[in-house]
């Protein structure tokens, strides 16, 4: 018999903190619009037990994680490759990718993280109760390639209405024995930058606004987000260029939730319960091949840019931007000095699989496009799986080799993977799903 049980903690940082995901904000956070939750579920077959953690977030670093790991490691059957957590990669929360930078507040906000999650671990555990599952696919066109391509051949973080995203919503419905709704699990694509450079409140962004509407459709239900592979998709109506072009805001946010959960809603009522209480879990760290020696290409030019105008007035470094500092030798130098020591090191990662009743879900820990996610859903032998990003740790982008050609935002950030490297972590990922089936 399957048995689950949830919980969730509040993680909204406090005001003041920086916020994560753009570059052009000049102040920290200035007031709460929405509460940020982290929403745990266990699963319990009498044999295994695996915990899958959504949190409303940017995403986690692999050292969190360990800690979340290690202070749950003492609930029976929960090994630490059965602990996933992920990020929904909201843009309107805090940000974590520079701890050397760190303020106070920061400091003491991210330290204070793991033992909240694994709170939410241990009580999702301690609430256990049989349960029947269910599983359906939806569809929401929410979401849209956002690798526009403009006259001049320049590919810009715009709408790409002939480029793929993935359409699928993955509903997972879990109810207890007596009917009534224990958890609603969602699954899609889509960047959450409805928010974009010029809100300053904390926000979950459009996952926030759907899994509040399910919770109120389906009234004892707890809704958990799992953002998928989502590295190429933006909302659809959000603004373009990281809005510098134009501005996002709530009312957006809002009707994608909504649009969202209403499809969601509509999937779940055609995800068929039943007694499947299938529950297993394996992880594997992988190396994803480099291309330092393009990155070193681009350090190099960018410390060429940084000597030219030493000397020059520059302004400022805003103290509240989270990861934008005007050009500087030193850093430029230093960037250098890493590539070249690193050589051709290889990207090494945690991937993970689980399966619970009749879905599997293979996580990552980076913004992957969704390419390799539609690959992985067709090709899997596990049906249905579904993919989530933003989870276990941070790699950055994962572009599809093409994408390296063509240029644009991600593939500059990414330039120091090869151009297989998806490949290589899809046809890992498909070898883990392979493992877990046997």
């Not at 904000?25 to 619009?33: K, S």
């Not at 373009?240 to 959960?261: K, T």
């Not at 190099?300 to 030493?310: D, F, I, K």
């Not at 805003?318 to 934008?324: A, G």
């Given at each position: 018999?399957?048995?689950?049980?949830?919980?969730?903690?509040?993680v909204?940082?406090?005001?003041?903190?920086?916020m994560a995901?753009?570059?052009?904000?000049?102040?920290?956070?200035?007031?709460?619009?929405?509460?940020?939750?982290?929403?745990?579920?266990?699963?319990?077959?009498?044999?295994?037990?695996?915990?899958?953690?959504?949190?409303?977030?940017?995403?986690?670093?692999?050292?969190?994680?360990?800690?979340?790991?290690?202070?749950?490691?003492?609930?029976?059957?929960?090994?630490?490759?059965?602990?996933?957590?992920?990020g929904?990669?909201?843009?309107?929360?805090?940000?974590?990718?520079?701890?050397?930078?760190?303020?106070?507040?920061e400091?003491?906000?991210?330290a204070?993280?793991?033992?909240?999650?694994?709170?939410?671990?241990?009580?999702a555990?301690?609430?256990l109760?049989?349960?029947?599952?269910?599983v359906a696919?939806?569809?929401?066109?929410?979401?849209?390639?956002?690798?526009?391509?403009t006259?001049?051949?320049?590919?810009?973080?715009?709408?790409?209405?002939?480029?793929?995203?993935?359409?699928?919503?993955?509903?997972?419905?879990?109810?207890?024995?007596?009917?009534?709704?224990?958890?609603?699990?969602?699954?899609?694509?889509?960047?959450?930058?409805?928010?974009?450079?010029?809100?300053?409140?904390?926000?979950?962004?459009?996952?926030?606004?759907?899994?509040?509407?399910?919770?109120?459709?389906?009234?004892?239900?707890?809704?958990?987000?799992?953002?998928?592979?989502?590295?190429?998709?933006?909302?659809?109506?959000?603004?373009?260029?990281?809005?510098?072009?134009?501005?996002?805001?709530?009312?957006?946010?809002?009707?994608?939730?909504?649009?969202?959960?209403?499809?969601?809603?509509?999937?779940?009522?055609?995800?068929?319960?039943?007694e499947?209480?299938?529950?297993?879990s394996?992880?594997?760290?992988?190396?994803?091949?480099?291309?330092?020696?393009?990155?070193?290409?681009?350090a190099e030019?960018?410390?060429?840019?940084?000597?030219?105008?030493?000397?020059?007035p520059?302004?400022?470094?805003?103290?509240?931007?989270?990861w934008?500092?005007?050009?500087?030798?030193?850093?430029?130098?230093?960037?250098?000095?890493?590539?070249?020591?690193?050589?051709?090191?290889?990207?090494e990662?945690?991937?993970?699989?689980?399966?619970?009743?009749?879905?599997?879900?293979?996580?990552?820990?980076?913004?992957?496009?969704?390419?390799?996610?539609h690959?992985?859903?067709?090709?899997?032998?596990?049906?249905?799986?579904y993919?989530?990003g933003?989870?276990?740790?941070?790699?950055?982008?994962?572009?599809?080799?093409?994408?390296?050609?063509e240029?644009?935002?991600?593939?500059?950030?990414?330039?120091?993977?090869?151009?297989?490297a998806?490949?290589?972590?899809?046809?890992?990922?498909?070898?883990?799903?392979?493992?877990?089936?046997?």
């Amino acid at each position: 018999m399957l048995k689950a049980g949830v919980a969730k903690v509040d993680v909204t940082p406090p005001v003041g903190a920086r916020m994560a995901g753009f570059a052009g904000r000049v102040f920290p956070a200035l007031a709460v619009h929405d509460p940020l939750w982290a929403k745990a579920i266990v699963f319990d077959n009498g044999r295994s037990r695996v915990a899958m953690v959504g949190m409303d977030l940017i995403g986690i670093s692999e050292k969190s994680v360990a800690a979340v790991r290690e202070q749950v490691a003492s609930s029976p059957g929960l090994a630490p490759e059965a602990v996933m957590i992920s990020g929904s990669h909201t843009h309107s929360g805090p940000a974590f990718y520079d701890e050397d930078r760190f303020t106070e507040l920061e400091e003491t906000y991210w330290a204070a993280l793991p033992e909240k999650l694994a709170s939410a671990v241990t009580e999702a555990a301690g609430s256990l109760a049989p349960v029947r599952v269910g599983v359906a696919s939806g569809w929401s066109a929410i979401g849209i390639n956002r690798r526009e391509v403009t006259p001049e051949g320049t590919v810009i973080l715009g709408r790409n209405h002939f480029g793929r995203f993935d359409p699928e919503v993955g509903v997972v419905r879990f109810e207890r024995t007596d009917g009534t709704p224990l958890a609603a699990m969602v699954n899609y694509a889509c960047h959450a930058v409805c928010l974009m450079a010029d809100n300053y409140l904390i926000s979950a962004d459009y996952p926030g606004f759907a899994m509040h509407a399910i919770e109120e459709r389906l009234p004892g239900a707890m809704g958990l987000f799992f953002q998928g592979a989502c590295g190429n998709v933006n909302p659809r109506e959000a603004a373009v260029d990281h809005g510098l072009m134009s501005g996002g805001g709530f009312a957006i946010a809002a009707h994608a939730g909504e649009a969202l959960a209403r499809e969601a809603v509509r999937t779940w009522q055609k995800a068929v319960p039943g007694e499947a209480a299938t529950v297993g879990s394996t992880s594997r760290r992988i190396s994803l091949p480099t291309n330092r020696a393009r990155a070193l290409k681009n350090a190099e030019a960018a410390l060429e840019r940084a000597q030219r105008v030493a000397g020059q007035p520059v302004p400022e470094c805003n103290p509240y931007s989270t990861w934008y500092d005007p050009p500087s030798v030193e850093r430029a130098q230093k960037r250098v000095e890493r590539l070249t020591a690193q050589g051709e090191a290889p990207v090494e990662c945690e991937i993970q699989a689980l399966t619970v009743g009749p879905v599997s879900f293979v996580a990552w820990p980076g913004e992957v496009f969704c390419d390799f996610g539609h690959e992985v859903k067709q090709r899997a032998p596990l049906r249905p799986t579904y993919t989530i990003g933003y989870a276990n740790g941070s790699i950055g982008y994962v572009p599809v080799p093409e994408a390296f050609e063509e240029g644009g935002y991600e593939a500059e950030v990414a330039a120091h993977l090869a151009d297989d490297a998806g490949l290589v972590l899809v046809e890992e990922s498909l070898s883990l799903l392979e493992f877990l089936k046997n």
